[in-house]
């Protein structure tokens, strides 16, 4: 099983890349991980939210493949704990396909494209997070689901 995390955009500031390529390491240890960070859309402050939300879900759905499982990192998903997401992940990983695709979306979350094309959404809360930040609040979580499959002291109850 591989996994595929899709963003839009750079990140700014220099702690968040600092941590999201610690933990992109530490995740690579555990299986075949890939970050790949699509670029804000050409002439992104002229285009209104719906043109915006549009292009970004063209990049998006020309990255992913038909057998791609889509989840989108989205406030209306559900809202597992570590171990619920861990167990989650672990049952996708036994069932064997190829890889598991998540997406964290632009400023304005995802079109009704990419909603369509998406098996399932998750939840890292009910708060509001900057997009960038959720890329390093998603890495540690997928890391620490990882580490809970193996039964490794990094998480405590």
Do not use: C
């Not at 500031?13 to 995740?27: D, H, N, T």
């Not at 299986?31 to 859309?41: A, H, M, Q």
């Not at 939840?123 to 499959?149: C, D, G, N, P, W």
């Amino acid at each position: 099983m591989k996994i595929l995390l899709i963003t839009i955009g750079k990140t700014d500031e220099a702690y968040l890349e600092e941590g999201i390529a610690r933990y992109v390491k530490r995740i690579r240890f555990y299986l075949p991980f890939e970050l790949k960070t699509i670029p804000d859309p050409k002439n992104r402050k002229t285009l209104s939210i719906e043109q915006q939300k549009k292009a970004e879900a063209d990049l998006i759905l020309a990255t992913i493949n038909n057998s791609d499982e889509l989840v989108l990192l989205d406030e209306n998903g559900p809202n597992p704990d570590s171990r619920a997401f861990s167990g989650w992940l672990d049952k996708k990983i036994l069932a064997g396909g190829k890889r598991i695709v998540f997406a964290i979306g632009g400023p304005y979350g995802f079109s009704e494209e990419v909603y369509a094309r998406a098996q399932s959404k998750l939840s890292l809360s009910k708060m509001t997070f900057s997009h960038q930040m959720v890329r390093l609040i998603f890495l540690e979580q997928l890391y620490r689901a990882l580490t809970i499959s193996k039964g490794e002291p990094y998480h405590h109850d």
